[in-house]
């Protein structure tokens, strides 16, 4: 097989990009550019489009030298560094904002080509003209690359000959008076913009040709810049020449005065016909390799990713920018076409600085040869997006619209590359501060975040256990569950990425799920509790299952007595298998008189539960046994201001039991029999009492619904009512 022609800095980036640059635009509207804006507004417009055009190249480029650059240009280096989703959607947009330029090229060449030779000049004279033209070039395309880039040295002498013989023109059209700013009835700098703008766009036609170049990470930030500077150089004598040597009201009208003021007419012609269709075989040849790209890493349809001949031409692909290309000829229209051209590559070009942002400051492998200062990304991102609200909100929220839709849709397709994505340099970068900052905070007294380690086991009800640590998590909290194996046979642990259990229920409920072999259970617990975790959020809680059948286990207390010594919030449920949580809708928090902290951390859940759209807007009673005989409505006005500082809306009721001095468990017998969740704080008891404590709750368990047990740790306030006199353990349950 023939080897393929590659091609080097000046015949693969520079050459066909400002052959681009100095285009249509320059030609056929920078002088209604001057004529509206004056002087100054022209030179403010040139020199915005720049910063944009600037800060995108010096992106682009700096990307570019950090990774192998294959074919499909900017497309190639937004897939290989944010990913398909975002490469893709972009570089579709730019594959489509390629193509209708190919139109927008195409029909300034017809405005220039039937004045000259005397033919029709209607809409429809140009959409004739444009489509011959159309089918000329893509011909070209099709027989050879090669011929169809050699053209173009041809192409940039003209044009080098054509700025020659304006700037040493006629000055017969000259003004009195040099016009500087816009006057009152010109058109708004906005519409002028939008117009110009792709003027500047065309330094992507050598990038759009990475996969034929010899050195992309030489040839694209050289060949880019170069292009950029010497287009902004150009534009900027000539906006000044044509300023000073004609009027501002023959610039508006005639869209073909460099002719009529040239030293050598033919020569402008040559250079306006030469610039026009180099810049739409730019198109052609550029737009098809981007196609070619993304069909063949299955974003678009997978034949157009088939190339024919020894340089794998994408002959399908043209056949389609063709289609496209003519749709736009079709439109006839050349401002229309330039403010649709405009729309599509500001949003590409505002995509491509935030990538080169965000690889610079989250990526750690992010090492560009071809180094320059992040905020440039920055800006250039903010230029862009600000350009584009300027010009036309509606049609930035549209592009936006198409933009997210695409992305979505890859998103879905799932299609995935053996490449980096920074998103998750990003987030690691984000996570990395987030938690120096948390570990730097101070959280005395500051709100309770659970950071859940769960132990739910394999019961039929895992689930429901699940679904109700998400739950008492809350929005931000986290919750980690712990599949621990028995496993006395092998001391070999998992392998780590054993270890990451992915299963539908965690991922559908936003927990993450480890396992670990063990070899008992209950030093897997203490071992876990007493390892996991790191500076900035340090689990807090610890949630299982309630331990029936336990009560006389030594292994099973001295976990409990290690669990208190290390200070969690401890979470126990006991869940009813036949009424489960019954209708979401009932919750009861009992407060006994040595609840002050655990009443807190209730109070804390009960403000979770509120908030979990699973429980519909629940009604939450806080029941008080009141036992010394103390004035009911003393205690309700001392519990509703507790409670209101925490922000929850409950009913309270007070229990009088100074004189019957009922049991405590027998109280909740009677008051929660229906409850779809019952919250009771575990009195502090001498460990020796355990299994008292254990066979005591369990009969309880027997009459009422689904319980959640609470032991809260030492870092929640203490919710002390004045009158109560604390009664230390073994309050009488």
């Keep these: 097989m023939p080897e393929k022609k590659k091609f080097g800095t000046f015949a693969g980036v520079f050459t066909p990009s400002i052959l681009t640059i100095l285009g249509v635009i320059m030609y056929m509207r920078l002088g209604w550019v001057v004529g509206n804006s004056g002087l100054f507004g022209t030179i403010a417009i040139i020199f915005i489009a720049h910063i944009i055009a600037v800060t995108t190249g010096l992106s682009v480029s700096s990307v570019a030298t950090d990774k192998k650059i294959g074919a499909g240009g900017i497309y190639y280096v937004l897939s290989r560094s944010m990913g398909i989703p975002i490469g893709g959607s972009i570089g579709i947009a730019i594959f489509v904002g390629t193509a209708f330029s190919i139109s927008l090229y195409l029909i300034g060449f017809s405005e220039s080509f039937n004045e000259y030779l005397g033919l029709g000049m209607t809409t429809n004279d140009f959409r004739i003209t444009a489509s011959f033209a159309l ?9 050879s690359t090669t011929v169809a880039l050699r053209t173009q040295f041809f192409i940039l002498s003209a044009i080098i000959v054509s700025i020659i013989s304006i700037l040493f023109g006629s000055t017969d059209f000259a003004p009195e008076t040099v016009n500087l700013l816009p006057t009152e009835d010109s058109v708004p700098l906005e519409v002028v913009f939008a117009i110009f703008f792709p003027a500047v766009t065309g330094f992507t036609a050598g990038i759009a040709m990475s996969g034929d170049l010899k050195d992309p990470k030489t040839s694209i930030p050289i060949g880019t810049l170069m292009a950029i500077g010497v287009g902004l150089i150009v534009y900027l004598i000539l906006a000044l020449f044509l300023a000073f040597a004609v009027s501002p009201e023959i610039l508006v009208s005639d869209y073909n005065i460099l002719m009529k003021i040239a030293l050598f007419a033919p020569a402008v012609v040559a250079g306006i016909w030469g610039a026009t269709l180099s810049s739409a075989i730019g198109g052609i040849l550029g737009g098809p390799r981007i196609l070619q790209a993304m069909s063949q890493d299955l974003v678009t349809p997978k034949i157009f990713g088939k190339g024919k001949g020894a340089n794998d031409e994408p002959v399908n692909a043209l056949l389609l920018v063709f289609v496209i290309a003519e749709i736009g000829i ?10 649709l051209v405009s729309m599509f590559y500001l949003t590409a070009y505002g995509f491509i600085n935030i990538c080169y942002f965000l690889e610079s400051w989250a990526n750690p492998d992010f090492q560009p040869t071809f180094k320059i200062k992040r905020w440039i990304g920055l800006v250039g991102f903010l230029a862009c997006f600000a350009v584009m609200f300027k010009l036309d909100m509606l049609a930035m929220m549209v592009a936006l619209a198409v933009i997210g839709g695409l992305y979505f849709g890859l998103q879905r397709k799932e299609v995935k590359l053996q490449s980096n994505d920074v998103w998750r340099s990003v987030w690691e970068n984000i996570v990395n501060k987030g938690l120096k900052m948390i570990d730097a905070q101070n959280d005395e007294n500051s709100n309770w975040n659970p950071n859940i380690i769960l132990f739910s086991g394999q019961s039929d009800h895992q689930k429901y256990l699940l679904e109700l ?10 919750v980690t569950n712990f599949k621990l194996i028995v496993d006395n046979t092998d001391d070999k642990p998992l392998k780590r990425a054993e270890q990451v259990v992915t299963d539908e229920n965690f991922q559908e409920l936003g927990i993450f799920a480890r396992q670990l072999k063990v070899t008992n259970i209950y030093d897997g617990i203490t071992n876990i509790a ?5 500076s900035g959020v340090e689990p807090n809680t610890i949630m299982m299952g309630w331990p029936k059948g336990l009560e006389n286990s030594k292994e099973y207390s001295k976990m409990t007595q290690t669990l208190l010594h290390l200070d969690y919030n401890l979470l126990y449920l006991d869940f009813d298998q036949d009424t489960k ?12 008189e040595t609840d002050s902290k655990n009443a807190e951390m209730m109070l804390n859940i009960a403000r979770f539960i509120i908030a979990s759209p699973r429980w519909n807007n629940p009604k939450i009673r806080v029941l008080f046994v009141n036992n010394n005989n103390v004035d009911n409505a003393l205690v309700e006005e001392k519990i509703s201001a507790l409670v209101e500082d925490l922000r929850v809306k409950v009913v309270i009721k007070i229990i009088n039991n100074a004189v019957e001095q009922k049991a405590f468990y027998d109280i909740i017998e009677e008051e929660s029999s229906s409850t779809d969740l019952t919250l009771v704080g575990i009195p502090n008891f001498r460990i020796e009492k355990q299994a008292e404590f254990v066979l005591k709750t369990n009969h309880l368990f027997e009459t009422i619904g689904s319980t959640l047990l609470v032991k809260a740790a030492n870092n929640f306030n203490v919710l002390e009512l004045d009158f109560i006199q604390e009664s230390g353990e073994d309050e009488p349950i």
């Design 581 to 592: 949580f019954g209708s979401y809708n009932s919750v009861d928090l009992w407060w006994r």
């Design 530 to 534: 007493s390892t996991f975790g790191f």
């Design 135 to 143: 089918l000329s070039l893509t011909i070209l395309a099709l027989i």
């Design 469 to 478: 640590g998400k739950t008492v998590s809350g929005r931000t909290g986290i």
């Design 330 to 339: 079709l439109i006839g229209e050349l401002d229309v076409i330039a403010r």
